[in-house]
């Protein structure tokens, strides 16, 4: 780059990453309040009798609440200043990969350890849900940097 355009640059200080703490106790309440919204929601919706089959309102609520729990998540957990365009579908990806996680891991549990319901399911979410926040904090969340080659 000429000199000329870099003087014309300013410095900007590297945001800092959101702290691993106060990420993780907002990424719980986020988290958390997503999961009893959804049951509200979905409660709410099939006790309205909508003619919908139960799935079907489930599948909605959980759908019509993606992007509101993205957002608290993006702003909340992450301090993420990375651009809606990298980082919705990064988050969405990594939704679809918690769901293969859950099955795998309840594959695991309730079939190799033949533990009780209640703590085989609550391993499930623990085990998930960490390696949620690893991921949605290593790769959804983190701008990206393009690397583009000017000439002088």
């Known amino acids: 780059m000429s000199a000329a355009l870099q003087s014309l640059m300013r410095d900007v200080p590297a945001r800092p ?9 907002a990424f719980l309440v986020v988290g958390g309040s ?3 919204a959804f049951v509200v929601l979905s409660s709410i919706m099939i006790w309205a009798d909508t003619g919908l089959e139960d799935w079907w309102v489930n599948t909605a609520s959980y759908a019509v609440l993606i992007v509101p729990v993205y957002l608290l998540h993006r702003r909340y957990s992450f301090d993420s200043d990375a651009s809606h365009w990298q980082a919705l579908p ?3 990806a990594v ?3 918690a769901l ?8 695991v549990i309730h ?3 033949d533990l009780p319901t209640v703590l085989a ?7 998930t849900s960490g390696v949620n926040f690893m991921v949605l904090r290593s790769w959804a969340f983190t701008r990206g940097q393009l690397s583009v080659a000017v000439s002088a």
Request: glycine content about 16%; proline content about 3%; cysteine-free.
């Open 90 to 92: 990064r988050y969405m």
């Open 34 to 36: 997503g999961a009893a």
């Open 95 to 97: 939704q679809g990969m």
């Open 121 to 127: 399911s609550m391993l499930v979410i623990g085990l």
């Open 17 to 25: 990453s959101a702290p691993l703490f106060g990420g993780l106790l």
């Open 111 to 113: 079939g190799a350890f």
């Open 100 to 107: 293969v996680l859950a099955a795998v891991f309840s594959l």
